[in-house]
């Protein structure tokens, strides 16, 4: 599900993925939707700079080319350049930073038909490389990663023939805070991403509180700055988080439904469609309403939960994907045990249980909206920090103060 980079900090590009499959025009029965007005070829994007801060901002739009499926980057103008063949060991890639507003200032480039991420980073430019794979891209969690020490944060967005899907995302850290908008077709503008005030530094706050280790997924500079909390799926590849995190409420999730079913109905406009769900042995086996077997997951670890991969892997089917995001959900939101019918339909039981996913409950309780990718299929139920239309004119990103 790595749709464009050799190394992305996160495992299921999932905001992506779900938004091609929208945009491409498919539904949960697998049809292809009406078509929409034409959308141009590039559509301006603002960036605010909100921050208070007084460091250069430089900004990076970094993705694949729909039309071509080529990897590269735009500049301020739209215009795209595909990278340049890489190496082994990998070999510097092309300058792609475009200068960002300083503080109380906008900025406005031109986006192109891309799935890609709008990088922004804080007095430093960031370090991309090229491998004979394509472009290799930040990963703190490797404390010799060239960017640990930068400041910087992402938006993933998706524009094409169908519109725009444009998200802010803490699937793989929480770090510098911004909002994303669109100005629809009608005028009126649509955002996300805001947090509540204080919350930023409340995420913080909140994390170093937390027993059983959630205080080391906060990462510093050497002068103290705080620079990022790690999502928790990096905080085990790292060391900073046991992998046993969750191992109590999966276990508890694994007894209950060896005795009782859990039923999921992965579409909401397909409510007669449902999977029941029973735990043998090792083994929790998917029936259809014929009572056949569809699919079958092996009992999860903690990182497979964090991460929606490995163990709960979700494929882009109509079956086993759907399934699998579900259980991905409750698993994250910890509602399995208190609802055996999934998805949930509110978000009053989330993060309930002494064991959950702290960074996620910590991260949704301080945005202005609740809405946040705290994790890749935290768009189940619509919980996620996306906006899209389908007559984009304009596209906004506001870097926030920290607070």
């Known amino acids: 599900m790595r749709s464009w980079s050799v190394s992305v900090l996160g495992k299921p590009l999932a905001p992506l993925v779900a938004a091609m499959l929208v945009a491409a025009g498919f539904t949960a029965a697998g049809a292809a939707g009406p ?40 500049d301020a103008n739209g215009t795209f350049h595909p990278w340049p063949a890489g190496g082994n060991p990998p070999t510097p890639a092309p300058d792609a930073s475009i200068a960002g507003p300083a503080s109380g200032q906008s ?25 004979t794979g394509g472009l290799v891209q930040p990963a703190v969690q490797n404390p010799s990663d060239p960017n640990r020490n930068i400041l910087f944060n992402w938006s993933e967005y998706t524009l094409n023939d169908a519109g725009l899907w444009i998200n802010s995302t803490q699937v793989d850290m929480v770090s510098a805070p911004y909002a994303v908008g669109v100005k629809t077709g009608s005028g009126a503008t649509k955002s996300t991403g805001h947090l509540k005030p204080g919350g930023y530094n409340g ?17 510093t500079r050497p002068d103290g700055t705080v620079l990022r909390a790690l999502a928790p799926g990096h905080g085990i590849e790292s060391g900073a988080l046991a992998r046993t995190v969750l191992d109590d409420y999966i276990n508890r999730v694994w007894q209950k439904y060896s005795t009782s079913t859990l039923t999921v109905t992965p579409f909401a406009d397909q409510p007669n469609t449902k999977y029941f769900g029973r735990v043998s042995g090792s083994t929790m086996n998917f029936t259809n309403s014929a009572g056949a077997v569809v699919t079958s997951f092996q009992k999860p670890d903690s990182d497979s939960v964090f991460g929606c991969y490995k163990l709960l892997d979700a494929p ?14 409750g698993y994250n939101r910890s509602t399995l045990l208190v609802n055996p019918n999934q998805p949930d ?33 935290d768009d189940v139920g619509n919980h996620e920090s996306l906006v899209n239309d389908g007559d984009p004119r304009q596209a906004y990103l506001t870097l926030d103060p920290f607070s």
Request: glycine content about 10%; charged content about 15%; proline content about 5%.
């Open 35 to 74: 078509a929409t007005a034409a959308v141009p070829s590039t559509i301006p994007l603002t960036v605010t700079n909100n921050s208070g801060r007084g460091e250069p901002v430089y900004i990076y739009n970094l993705g694949t080319l729909l039309s071509t499926g080529q990897q590269g980057w735009a």
């Open 107 to 131: 900025t406005t480039i031109r986006m192109p038909k891309f799935s890609g991420r709008v990088y922004f980073s804080y007095g430093q430019k960031l370090v991309f490389k090229l491998t």
């Open 203 to 219: 995420i913080f706050t909140a994390l170093k509180a937390k027993p059983g280790g959630w205080a080391n997924l906060i990462q």
């Open 316 to 329: 882009n089917d109509l079956v086993r994907g759907p399934i699998s995001r579900t259980l991905c959900a």
């Open 345 to 377: 339909t509110g978000s009053g039981a989330f993060y309930q249980d002494a064991v959950t996913n702290q960074y996620a409950r910590e991260i949704h309780a301080r945005m202005a909206d609740g809405k946040a990718y705290a994790f890749a299929f």
